[in-house]
């Protein structure tokens, strides 16, 4: 019986070996692929990892690298997008993705909003949920060492000073949660889509004998608002609304 076990124990750690020299396998080929100059098959061993190690930042940036290299500008755009949604401060994902959107034909310019919602919009997406949790909890304790100073405090001064700033730590912290609650939210129920397709015609109704209403290209962002069957009512950043086939834009 001890032996069979043993036996088991060698198969188990073998096995486990070579399935993880196979993923930096995967991983190699695609960054040799790349170096190489042939970024679709790169493209399709970054997926690979994807498939088998789950997601991360970096693999998303390295696959939009690559699709962007081998002209997928939709594709492209997407990973970018994707690379930011797990972290908002990857500023080469971001970069790369300004440089991508100037590729994408439509202009669109967005629908203007108040530059005090626009603000704190930029501010909360700016971070992660769990940094602006962790954030909360940590200005949460410089309160509780406020309030020891203000309770224990020998000097008046002293009392006055700890009561101000831990009330103002206190709001902070207050904010920083609910960010982290709002970020959160986004991150979980996001609604934004790429158009993958070269070009495609808006509808007036989720039908193809629809009116026309306009076209988009390759790349463009835009903004689910519902589905019905095999068509999604999009919004894009002007304001304007129609009815797009499912197959021709992905969600981020």
Same mark, same amino acid.
Request: net charge positive; with cysteine.
């Given at each position: 019986m001890k032996r069979i076990l043993i036996s088991f124990l060698l198969i188990t750690v073998g096995l486990t070996s070579v399935l993880a020299q196979q993923d930096t396998t995967n991983l190699q080929r695609a960054n040799a692929l790349y170096t190489q100059g042939e970024f679709r098959q790169a493209a399709d061993y970054y997926e690979r990892v994807l498939t088998d190690e789950g997601v991360a930042p970096e693999l998303y940036y390295n696959l939009g690298n690559a699709y962007f290299k081998a002209n997928e500008l939709g594709l492209s755009i997407l990973n970018y997008e994707r690379a930011l949604r797990l972290n908002p401060r990857f500023e080469d994902a971001r970069f790369n993705l300004k =440089?991508? +959107?100037t590729k994408v034909i439509d202009n669109i310019t967005a629908t203007e909003t108040f530059f005090v919602k626009r603000w704190i919009q930029n501010l909360?997406?700016?971070?992660? $949920?769990?940094? %602006? =949790?962790?954030?909360s909890w940590g200005l949460f304790v410089l309160c509780l060492v406020g309030v020891l100073l203000f309770v224990f405090g020998k000097s008046r001064s002293l009392r006055k000073s700890s009561f101000t700033i831990t009330l103002v730590v206190l709001v902070i912290s207050a904010f920083s949660l609910v960010f982290s609650i709002v970020r959160k939210n986004h991150f979980q129920n996001h609604n934004d889509a790429i158009v993958m397709v070269g070009i495609i015609t808006v509808k007036s109704s989720p039908d193809r004998s629809g009116t026309d209403l306009f076209e988009l290209h390759e790349g463009t962002k835009v903004s689910i608002k519902s589905h019905l069957g095999e %068509? $999604? +009512?999009i919004l894009i950043g002007d304001g304007r609304i129609g009815w797009v086939e499912n197959r021709q834009i992905e969600q981020i």
């Amino acid at each position: 019986m001890k032996r069979i076990l043993i036996s088991f124990l060698l198969i188990t750690v073998g096995l486990t070996s070579v399935l993880a020299q196979q993923d930096t396998t995967n991983l190699q080929r695609a960054n040799a692929l790349y170096t190489q100059g042939e970024f679709r098959q790169a493209a399709d061993y970054y997926e690979r990892v994807l498939t088998d190690e789950g997601v991360a930042p970096e693999l998303y940036y390295n696959l939009g690298n690559a699709y962007f290299k081998a002209n997928e500008l939709g594709l492209s755009i997407l990973n970018y997008e994707r690379a930011l949604r797990l972290n908002p401060r990857f500023e080469d994902a971001r970069f790369n993705l300004k =440089l991508a +959107e100037t590729k994408v034909i439509d202009n669109i310019t967005a629908t203007e909003t108040f530059f005090v919602k626009r603000w704190i919009q930029n501010l909360i997406n700016r971070y992660t $949920s769990n940094q %602006w =949790l962790y954030f909360s909890w940590g200005l949460f304790v410089l309160c509780l060492v406020g309030v020891l100073l203000f309770v224990f405090g020998k000097s008046r001064s002293l009392r006055k000073s700890s009561f101000t700033i831990t009330l103002v730590v206190l709001v902070i912290s207050a904010f920083s949660l609910v960010f982290s609650i709002v970020r959160k939210n986004h991150f979980q129920n996001h609604n934004d889509a790429i158009v993958m397709v070269g070009i495609i015609t808006v509808k007036s109704s989720p039908d193809r004998s629809g009116t026309d209403l306009f076209e988009l290209h390759e790349g463009t962002k835009v903004s689910i608002k519902s589905h019905l069957g095999e %068509w $999604s +009512e999009i919004l894009i950043g002007d304001g304007r609304i129609g009815w797009v086939e499912n197959r021709q834009i992905e969600q981020i």
